[in-house]
């Protein structure tokens, strides 16, 4: 009862999010939209007009998260829109997965390092980053930090690559460490691990993958959404430390 006393007395949440600009992230600012909630986003590409949605505010911030200097710009005027306000939410969505030029997958052995070092900035360490920079508004909003993960984060995949298998494994590690440390905060830590999404992340060769899945289809960005919606509203308030696996059962194999 109380529960749903106080989100009716607060005026505003907001959700920060970054890799707004299609795909998961673009659903995932569609949901808090319809919802009334307040976002503020992040992606290299400015919004494309097709994905622009009306009805509650939506400011969108041009960052490289690859760039240490565009991501402590993207911190710093992130939190000066919030001002004394709270944050409700961190969706760290933005992540990277490269593949050869011949559609191969970058594995231990034909990888270039550097390009290992560049996944893992990205799909770890700038989620740790911006949870870092947001913690003290976080603690304002008693706010939820939703990390989004991957299935291949848990097994060997056709596709994906090592690095970025393991960059995501390393994200699932740090929701559990960090639930266990923004817990004194205030603030609760989960992840979203989704399967076979259709963005612009997914192969064509991905269709092949559906005989494995037990729902049989691939899944569309609004069924991630709904999964990082929920971890962030009250209706998960004594959830904290836990991936959701958003892949049609997949996983289950
Ligand atoms: N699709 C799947 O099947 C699947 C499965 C498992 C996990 N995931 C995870 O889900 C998340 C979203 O994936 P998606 O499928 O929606 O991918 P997507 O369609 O490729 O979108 C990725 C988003 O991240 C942004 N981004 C990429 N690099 C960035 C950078 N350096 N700085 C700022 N923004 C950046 C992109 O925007 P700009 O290009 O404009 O910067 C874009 O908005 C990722 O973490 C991915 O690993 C996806």
């Not at 056709?158 to 960090?178: D, H, I, N, Q, V």
């Not at 430390?241 to 996983?251: A, F, K, N, Y």
Request: aromatic share 6%; proline share 4%; with cysteine.
């Amino acid at each position: 009862m109380a529960r749903f006393t106080t989100a009716a007395m607060t005026t505003e949440q907001t959700v920060i999010l970054t890799g707004a600009s299609r795909g998961i992230g673009h659903a995932t600012v569609q949901r808090f939209s319809a919802a009334g909630w307040r976002v503020i986003t992040c992606s290299r590409d400015r919004i494309p007009a097709e994905c622009l949605v009306g009805g509650a505010p939506h400011q969108h911030i041009v960052t490289d998260l690859s760039d240490t200097e565009s991501v402590e710009a993207f911190v710093a005027e992130a939190n000066a829109l919030l001002g004394d306000a709270p944050l409700n939410g961190l969706v760290n969505n933005a992540g990277l997965s490269p593949k050869t030029e011949f559609k191969e997958r970058l594995g231990c052995l034909n990888a270039d390092l550097d390009d290992w070092r560049g996944v893992f900035e990205l799909n770890f360490f700038v989620p740790l980053i911006l949870a870092r920079g947001f913690a003290a508004a976080l603690h304002r909003g008693k706010g939820a930090i939703v990390n989004i993960t991957s299935i291949a984060g848990h097994r060997v995949h056709p596709f994906a690559g090592s690095a970025y298998s393991t960059s995501k494994a390393a994200l699932s590690a740090l929701t559990r460490e960090m639930a266990a440390e923004f817990a004194h905060l205030g603030v609760r830590v989960n992840a979203v691990a989704p399967g076979e999404i259709e963005t612009a992340m997914l192969s064509p060769e991905s269709e092949a993958l559906i005989p494995r899945i037990p729902l049989h289809r691939l899944g569309a960005p609004a069924d991630v959404a709904g999964a990082i919606y929920y971890l962030c509203s009250d209706d998960s308030a004594y959830v904290t430390g836990t991936e959701i696996l958003v892949t049609g059962g997949q996983h289950v194999f």
